[in-house]
């Protein structure tokens, strides 16, 4: 059969028939009245081979010109409008919004198609008057044109984003990548808002993603590293950061990053050694100055603490080390009448922060009005179900409100798991004298 097919093909080319390669003696009976060799074909077939290569230039000048006239966003472009992302979001935040909608300018000047800019209209339209239903459904559907329905999609999971609903952002990011596969902005974003979420195994995929397409960059390798921490992984983490100050020695973010790597490790001496760098570098730093109060709170100075933690908090209202500042006042140095200013602080900046609201519940327990704590603490726990201090305190105030068959259930999940922390000797331990007493 394939001589049959291949013969007369290659004969009509001026090439010998196939049986001469081969060296096959057995020629069909169609075959053998079609000539060894035809002068005449290479000559005959010119044009048709002439005709070809116009049609593949042709081609190439097309993908050419579409490539010049729609650029697609490199990951130096991505990266360039997730920084104005941020910043907008912040002044959004701050309530300057004719910063926020300046920076927006900018980014439309840069990219009027830019997927990152759809998605901090979304931000806009929960900030001016919230966003209708109606709108919602429609900005939700796939409409025939597809670049159309890639930015309505963006502005939705900017809208969801900036209402606290990072789930529903995540997935809707998602969608977007689903459609447009080579756009890096909705990469990367997507990869940002799976780890703002907490889950971080995707989170990675993205960023692993994105160095395939558009090669390695400071973004993806922080998106790396931040997932690595939140999983446990310090080392990995560390190794994340490391490679990027490699490259760029003034990367502030890469070097908090490794900063929170080392906290991790207990290597508090090379944490110190980073942030150091870091205020030579930017003496205002909040974020520097708010793991420096954790250094110090780990290795027991609790005054040099209490200090830097004000300091980072004088600096910018960070949530992070207005709960730690509220937590040690509470817990270790028992003063929660003083600690409960600085958690309610913390919750009004950050009201979804399991660690927040377990802190103000603790602090509302310290206090003796258990009955508002338990509310808070449960919602700690269903944020962040496997931490097991969480699950602790919920166990110990529902125990302290009369609810101790739930205190029971709880402190038995947490005693029958593998760890053997302090957290878990103390439910072994509380579970036996609940048992005891009932």
Same mark, same amino acid.
């Given at each position: ?13 001026? /090439? ?60 130096? =472009? ?5 920084? +104005? ?34 998605? /901090? ?34 502005? +939705? ?5 900036? %209402? ?5 952002? #995540? ?39 994105? =160095? ?24 990995? #983490?560390?190794?994340? /950061?490391?490679?990027? +100050? ?20 207990? =290597? /508090? ?46 600096? %910018? ?49 310290? +206090? ?36 101790? #068959? ?33």
């Amino acid at each position: 059969m394939l001589r049959a097919v291949c013969d007369p093909v290659l004969t009509s080319m001026g /090439f010998r028939r196939l049986r001469e390669y081969a060296r096959v003696d057995y020629v069909p009976p169609e075959l053998r009245r079609v000539p060894d060799y035809d002068p005449g074909a290479a000559r005959r077939i010119m044009p048709l081979i002439g005709l070809g290569l116009l049609i593949a230039l042709l081609a190439l000048g097309a993908v050419w010109a579409f490539s010049v006239l729609n650029p697609r966003p490199s990951i130096v =472009d991505a990266e360039s409008s997730r920084a +104005l992302l941020r910043d907008a979001v912040a002044k959004l935040s701050a309530g300057d919004v004719a910063a926020a909608r300046a920076l927006r300018d900018r980014m439309r000047d840069a990219n009027p198609d830019s997927v990152t800019l759809s998605y /901090f209209e979304g931000y806009l339209l929960a900030a001016d008057e919230g966003i209708h239903q109606t709108l919602a459904r429609k900005l939700g559907q796939r409409t025939g044109n597809r670049r159309r329905t890639v930015r309505n999609l963006a502005t +939705l999971a900017g809208y969801y984003e900036a %209402g606290g609903d990072i789930q529903r952002a #995540a997935d809707l990011l998602l969608d977007v990548v689903r459609l447009d596969p080579g756009n890096l902005e909705a990469r990367l974003l997507a990869a940002g808002a799976l780890l703002a979420a907490g889950r971080n195994e995707e989170a990675i995929r993205q960023a692993d993603e994105l =160095d395939l397409q558009g090669g390695s960059s400071r973004a993806s390798t922080d998106i790396r590293g931040q997932a690595y921490l939140a999983m446990g992984y310090p080392q990995a #983490a560390r190794d994340e /950061f490391s490679a990027v +100050l490699v490259y760029d020695d003034s990367s502030i973010t890469a070097r908090l990053g490794l900063a929170d790597a080392c906290i991790a490790e207990g =290597d /508090f001496a090379s944490a110190l050694t980073e942030l150091k760098q870091v205020v030579a570098q930017d003496p205002n730093n909040a974020e520097a100055y708010a793991r420096l109060g954790v250094i110090h709170e780990q290795v027991g100075d609790l005054a040099k603490a209490e200090r830097v933690y004000k300091k980072a908090i004088a600096m %910018g209202e960070h949530p992070g080390a207005l709960n730690n500042l509220a937590y040690l006042l509470a817990v270790k140095r028992n003063k929660p009448k003083e600690a409960l200013q600085y958690a309610l602080r913390a919750r009004e900046l950050a009201p979804e922060g399991a660690p927040i609201l377990d802190t103000l519940g603790w602090i509302y327990h310290m +206090l003796g009005q258990t009955e508002r704590a338990v509310p808070l603490i449960r919602e700690a726990v269903e944020r962040d179900p496997k931490n097991p201090e969480l699950r602790l305190h919920l166990a110990q105030v529902l125990a302290a409100s009369g609810k101790a #068959a739930e205190a029971v259930r709880i402190l038995e999940r947490l005693a029958g798991e593998s760890g053997d922390g302090a957290f878990h000797q103390t439910a072994r331990r509380m579970l036996k004298e609940l048992k005891a007493a009932a």
